[in-house]
């Protein structure tokens, strides 16, 4: 019995090429400002129009200041990258949702609120992090400039198959402990290359009852484990998640769709060609303290010793020592957002530490919704007064502290405590110091100044 990789890639083979890639049918394209200049000189270089525009959705989210997006961006790089983007979707004929629009944001968050992200699809995108579609059961991936050009071409890519991982956790997670950190712990556990020539499904009880937007994180960093994706079986969260959304399939259309989709999952009996199983108790609120994603401990836990270079590299780099507990560690900035954590369930967290609380006087934190739809929730459910009334502000959606390609960056040497992806070096700024976290450590962070275990404010 096939696995569910197989069922989805199967049904999107065009040809298979003897000893050589899959052509490989692609139902959704994602464009940013980053990753598709190149791709679209190269098509008119050719003098090539795209052979499905439908199935071509753009915005710029990367370089998108996060306040003041009614005027004219004020760094030149970010300005020419968000309006060439724009020229480029105009001249080809492709949906732009532009700054200020109501339909901007993260693309890997906006796709899924919008229902452009369906299960059984396969979606790429020129970012390593389009992983994250595969929440809602699908298989999406990143893809190279070169090869965002070919799928504008011929709406197909070439493709090796990759192998088939499925990950289970089990059990219950423990008050505290979120879908963030669930990730952060998978990724100690195999490393940042355990899952490298994989495709991953999530499995097991834990994942069956996250929410959507945790699932949407979990699938966000299954790239960091070194996986080529990350996806989970579609059920009634789904379908709950996706009804009634501005693309999902509506009335007899939809439930049509829905029968399609209950198919979609692995047989009792489909085998993989690695397996691995976790125990939700074995998971507390996680951290990093080195400069990969998989140099992480329990929040209660101490820095562990290695004799490696590259090891006692990254701790110089941070600061820290082997054997050291953060707990306490003094906090210099809080970042709540990315398309790992910028969803209205994260905002919630948040608030709910913050709630009759105040923020750390020598904290600076900035709050970016993942898109204008999740900004609008936040105003719905009062979470803005709740936020302001602790001392917050609210930012303009975009990509902002996540990476250094906008103003929102770290300072040198600076500490922060970040709902992003990655913590590489001068990632959120150049000399910045990242610590990845969910969002309630984050809160936690913010109010108190220091790295604290966010079950104690709960």
Not at 24 to 35: K, S
């Amino acid at each position: 019995m096939n696995t569910l990789f197989d069922k989805i890639w199967d049904q999107h083979v065009v040809q298979q090429i003897t000893d050589g890639p899959t052509q490989l049918y692609i139902d959704r394209l994602y464009c940013h400002e980053v990753t598709s200049p190149q791709a679209f000189d190269g098509m008119r270089a050719r003098g090539l129009q795209c052979f499905r525009p439908s199935q071509i959705f753009c915005m710029p989210d990367h370089n998108t200041p996060t306040h003041d997006q009614d005027k004219p961006i004020a760094d030149p790089v970010s300005k020419k990258q968000v309006d060439t983007l724009a020229k480029n979707a105009a001249d080809f004929g492709l949906t732009h949702y532009g700054m200020m629009s109501k339909d901007n944001g993260i693309i890997h968050v906006v796709g899924p609120e919008k229902g452009l992200s369906l299960p059984g699809m396969t979606i790429v995108c020129g970012d390593s992090h389009t992983s994250t579609h595969g929440a809602m059961g699908a298989v999406a991936f990143g893809i190279g400039t070169s090869e965002v050009e070919m799928v504008m071409a011929s709406q197909c890519i070439l493709q090796q198959k990759p192998k088939s991982m499925r990950i289970s956790i089990n059990g219950t997670l423990q008050k505290g402990v979120t879908a963030k950190d669930v990730a952060l712990y998978l990724m100690a556990q195999l490393t940042t290359s355990g899952a490298t020539g994989f495709f991953v499904e999530y499995a097991g009880s834990v994942v069956r009852n996250l929410s959507m937007e945790g699932r949407l994180t979990l699938c966000n960093l299954s790239i960091e484990m070194g996986a080529r994706g990350g996806f989970i079986a579609p059920d009634d969260t789904t379908f709950n998640y996706l009804k009634g959304r501005e693309y999902a399939p509506k009335g007899e259309a939809w439930d049509k769709a829905v029968a399609y989709w209950k198919t979609l999952k692995s047989g009792d009996d489909a085998v993989f060609d690695k397996e691995l199983s976790f125990d939700a108790a074995d998971i507390e609120p996680r951290i990093t303290y080195g400069t990969n994603p998989g140099m992480g401990i329990g929040i209660s836990e101490h820095i562990p010793d290695s004799g490696d270079a590259n090891f006692e590299k990254a701790l110089h780099y941070m600061g820290f020592e082997a054997g050291q507990q953060l707990l306490g560690t003094k906090v210099d900035y809080v970042f709540l957002g990315a398309c790992t954590n910028g969803r209205i369930e994260d905002f919630r967290a948040f608030a709910s530490i913050v709630k009759g609380r105040q923020k750390a006087a020598d904290v600076i934190a900035w709050l970016v919704p993942g898109s204008w739809a999740v900004d609008q929730q936040i105003r719905e459910e009062g979470l803005d007064k709740v936020l302001e009334a602790a001392g917050f502000a609210i930012r303009q959606p975009g990509c902002s502290a996540c990476l250094a390609m906008n103003d929102d960056k770290i300072p040198p040497g600076k500490l922060s405590v970040s709902t992003s992806n990655r913590n590489f070096e001068g990632r959120q700024g150049p000399g910045a110091r990242t610590i990845l976290a969910s969002p309630l450590t984050a809160a936690a962070a913010a109010i108190t100044g220091v790295i604290t275990d966010p079950r104690e404010l709960l």
